[in-house]
């Protein structure tokens, strides 16, 4: 049983590029979160994403956008890159019914914008 | 805004030492606690979770975590350590009542010693 999956492992971009970041959720599991943990910092809800629709958003600003397929996979995009945005991209998959889920996490991608 | 606190950023023990890792939140509502571990070189894994009913909650490898609502606390605890301990450990909160983000703490890093 395949856990969370996340491509690629290593990224590294220039500012102003633009980004895709790829996450395969655990079987069974039909809900996608995204968080970024930035260096010595905990992860911070980006957004999440169920039935393919964003579902809830943190304090991220438009730059920052997503897309649920229909076999639950998902994308992060980031646009216009920020050396601010550098980072350990972190998927995390659940199940969508009801409102207390247990979230697992994947490996992370971790982006260089330099 | 709802946030959470660890007390301690980085703690250093002797192996068989006791450990408490201490972890506040800031929301009046129902909550749902996690611990998670993050060892050298692997993603964030679920360590133990609290939904409701007792609230002393008994995890993998040993650990536990007491929930006690009125001081707002979630302290891990693990009464004698080992060198594999060594791992970031971060304290969450998934708010009920239709928001589905996790909120984590900055994390606590623990090393022990031989």
């Known amino acids: 049983d395949a856990g969370v999956t996340q491509s690629p492992t290593h990224l590294i971009k220039t500012r102003g590029q633009q980004v895709t970041l790829r996450c395969s959720p655990k079987s069974g599991h039909d809900t996608v979160s995204w968080y970024q943990q930035a260096l010595g910092q905990g992860p911070q809800f980006i957004f999440q994403y169920y039935e393919e629709e964003e579902r809830q958003r943190g304090n991220f600003p438009d730059r920052f956008s997503g897309h649920q397929f229909p076999n639950y996979s998902s994308e992060l995009n980031v646009n216009a890159l920020l050396l601010g945005d550098s980072a350990l991209y972190l998927c995390a998959s659940s199940v969508g019914q009801g409102s207390v889920e247990t979230q697992y996490f994947g490996p992370g991608t971790r982006l260089l914008v330099l | 805004a709802q946030s959470v606190s660890q007390h301690n950023h980085h703690v250093i023990l002797s192996e068989a030492a006791s450990l408490e890792l201490g972890c506040n939140y800031s929301?009046?509502?129902?909550?749902?606690l996690f611990w998670y571990v993050q060892y050298p070189g692997q993603h964030l894994q679920l360590l133990l979770k609290?939904?409701?009913?007792?609230?002393l909650v008994k995890g993998i490898k040993g650990f536990e975590a007491e929930f006690i609502k009125s001081k707002f606390s979630f302290n891990l605890r693990k009464p004698s350590v080992q060198w594999s301990d060594t791992a970031e450990y971060f304290c969450a909160v998934l708010l009920s009542g239709g928001y589905n983000k996790l909120i984590f703490g900055a994390g606590t890093r623990l090393a022990v010693h031989p």
């Open positions: 929301y009046g509502g129902t909550v749902n």
């Open positions: 609290y939904f409701s009913g007792d609230p």
